[in-house]
């Protein structure tokens, strides 16, 4: 269109002013613009007497040559406004043509139209829905650099709380567990027990909140890998044994023997699915009833199907529809003392979908409820699940280990667990220490924490590797801790120079498995080592407890070991009978005998099984208790 004359619609300026009032009325009238505005739930009477009004008085404005045609201000309110309600290009098209329209009407009605007018108004029309569309695209473009830096935020905000709460706890549960294997007396232990389930319990909300937010959030990933889905899921379930006795609730399981033992899934999400159900449903029973657990595969539709039933409160049909919902908790189940982070079903929801499967609960209150697992999984050969199982401390290793960790506790932490495994070990509190000694000498490995101070993690690899470049040295593997467990993080370490990653808090078995990689293994057995320590160690303290020689002791421990052995098999043949009398007092006997040589953890096993059996508690899984017994007695004996 070429540039039109101006002159007649400048001399209907006055004529459509005093139509403002009708003009708009049709403008907001019209069912498109009506349908938009309902859409967005905007007030018509609102929009006319704020926007539609202000749109009026500013093309009013160009026509008088008072504003600039294009850059109308009320217009880029309008979309700011709208900017999180997604309004559409098309939508400001139809409101931009159906207020060209309601003028060109007026024209019309108030005998004024013409050619020349018509095309002046359709001009300044198309040139102001144009500067309206380069406003609209600008704010459109500012609305995804706003999320892009909120989700840059809330990633960067996840990263260093993360970090931060982890890097203590790793400490916390680390030394716990280090100190759950000495004899330090019942009550001690005692107190070591709950700080360690408290600090599982902290580590369990952290990583709820953390995958609750990964998942909403997409960021989420699975690792599908083959594994034995045997071992898992037996591991799995005897973690929950021992909360699961303190309430006399037996966990009752059955496992299909035609599952192939190797499957393709994520094991660890597997897990998690299982661990939070069964949490649940130990934490909702009463006293003295049972847990039933099966898991079984459809070769049809290849899924796994896991099924966890308690005989607990059950839950009421209202809330039924909203237990997967994050935070919610049913009411019947809150009369047992819930707590809890109230993400767990939520999370083990959006897994399970996440995995090519659903989770489905059928449950009355008084009854108790059945939860239902599908999940996809694959069947590959059995020969690549033929994996080696490290449960900690069987190996031990030769090597220099250089580990840069600031915080104090996890370099004792990771210190000791090191040196059980025969390393040589140096600790350095920063990237620019660690930086010095690799560039001195050489090691065999190294564990890089990622926040320290002077110089971090990342930094010091950076340099480590740089110093390797120029000097033409090999490249010494290096492993880097860090809390942050974010989606990601493993690959953003080996972008850094890292070969490997380790989060925290880890376990004994993960640093295990990165020994196992990276260093030789000594040709003296681990097992030797500690027969030999363990035994000289033992020796001493009971010489200095029971006040007598080393030749006494022997003697005693003799006596001992072949007294339990009887003891152990007239317990095995009481537990098969049911005997609760004899079963308390063979095991009162035993508690005895082990509590004269301070054999703690042993005795407290024993304790149990006397109180248990002294209340005839038939819930109560007394062969369990039983392989509990005697694993202990063989771990006290298998380093003498």
Not at 3 to 10: E, H, V
Not at 45 to 68: C, R
Not at 328 to 350: P, R
Not at 414 to 439: C, D, F, K
Request: glycine share 6%; aromatic share 10%; proline share 3%.
């Amino acid at each position: 269109m070429d540039f039109p004359n101006f002159t007649q619609l400048y001399q209907a300026k006055e004529a459509l002013v005093n139509a403002k009032e009708t003009i708009l009325n049709e403008w907001i009238s019209q069912q498109q613009c009506s349908l938009i505005l309902d859409k967005h739930s905007i007030d018509s009477e609102w929009f006319k007497a704020y926007y539609a009004s202000a749109v009026f008085d500013y093309f009013m404005g160009v026509v008088a040559g008072d504003m600039e045609l294009g850059q109308c201000p009320v217009m880029k309110e309008f979309i700011a406004y709208l900017k999180n309600q997604e309004i559409r290009a098309d939508e400001l098209f139809i409101l931009c043509s159906n207020f060209k329209l309601s003028v060109l009407n007026a024209t019309y009605s108030l005998n004024i139209n013409s050619k020349n007018l018509f095309e002046a108004v359709s001009y300044l029309f198309d040139m102001n829905f144009a500067g309206v569309l380069t406003i609209y695209t600008d704010t459109i473009y500012q609305k995804e650099q706003e999320a892009i830096e909120a989700n840059k935020a809330k990633e960067y905000f996840l990263s260093n709380i993360s970090h931060e709460i982890r890097t203590p706890l790793n400490a916390i549960l680390g030394f716990v567990n280090l100190l759950q294997g000495e004899n330090l007396g019942e009550r001690i232990e005692k107190y070591l027990d709950i700080i360690a389930q408290s600090g599982e319990n902290l580590l369990h909300i952290i990583n709820d909140i953390l995958d609750f937010s990964k998942l909403r959030s997409g960021e989420f990933a699975i690792d599908p890998h083959p594994f034995n889905i045997h071992d898992e899921i037996t591991n799995t379930l005897e973690l929950f044994i021992p909360s699961a006795n303190v309430k006399s609730i037996p966990i009752l399981y059955s496992i299909n023997p035609k599952i192939p033992h190797c499957i393709r899934a994520d094991s660890f999400r597997i897990q998690q699915i299982l661990g939070n159900l069964l949490s649940n449903a130990i934490k909702f029973s009463p006293l003295g009833s049972s847990i039933n657990v099966s898991v079984d595969v459809n070769r049809t539709d290849s899924t796994l199907v896991i099924c966890v039933r308690d005989y607990g409160a059950g839950i009421d049909t209202k809330d039924q529809e909203r237990i997967f919902d994050p935070f919610y908790q049913a009411a019947e189940g809150m009369k047992f003392g819930g707590g809890g982070s109230g993400l767990g079903l939520s999370i083990c929801k959006q897994l399970a979908l996440q995995m090519g499967g659903e989770i489905t609960l059928d449950s009355k209150v008084g009854w108790g409820t059945l939860f239902v697992v599908t999940l996809a999984v694959e069947f590959p050969p059995e020969e690549f699940c033929a994996i080696k199982t490290l449960p900690s401390n069987n190996e031990f290793f030769i090597g220099k280990v250089l580990v840069a960790e600031d915080n104090e506790a996890n370099q004792e932490l990771i210190r000791i667990t090191l040196e059980r495994y025969g390393v040589e070990v140096t600790v350095v509190p920063n990237g620019q220490e660690a930086l010095a000694h690799a560039s001195s000498q050489r090691y065999d490995l190294i564990f890089m924490d990622e926040q320290m101070p002077i110089m971090n993690g990342h930094e010091s690899v950076a340099k480590i590797r740089e110093y390797e470049n120029l000097h033409s040295l090999p490249s010494t593997p290096i492993v880097e801790l860090s809390a942050n467990v974010l989606k990601g993080s493993r690959e953003k370490a080996i972008q850094w120079g890292y070969d490997a990653f380790v989060g925290k808090p880890f376990a004994s078995r993960d640093i295990e498995i990165l020994l196992e990689k990276y260093l030789d293994k000594s040709k003296v057995s681990h097992e030797e080592s500690v027969h030999e320590n363990t035994s000289s160690q033992e020796m001493k303290r009971l010489e200095k407890v029971l006040m007598l020689s080393g030749d006494q002791v022997r003697q005693l421990l003799d006596l001992f070991h072949k007294n339990m052995v009887k003891l152990l098999m007239e317990l095995k043949e009481n537990i098969q009978q049911s005997n609760y009398e004899e079963i308390a007092r063979i095991a009162h006997t035993m508690k005895g005998s082990s509590a004269n040589f301070r054999f703690e953890a042993f005795a407290h096993r024993a304790a149990l099984l006397e109180d248990t059996a002294l209340h005839n508690n038939e819930f109560f899984d007394f062969n369990e208790a039983y392989c509990v017994l005697e694993y202990e007695y063989e771990k006290l004996y298998s380093s003498r």
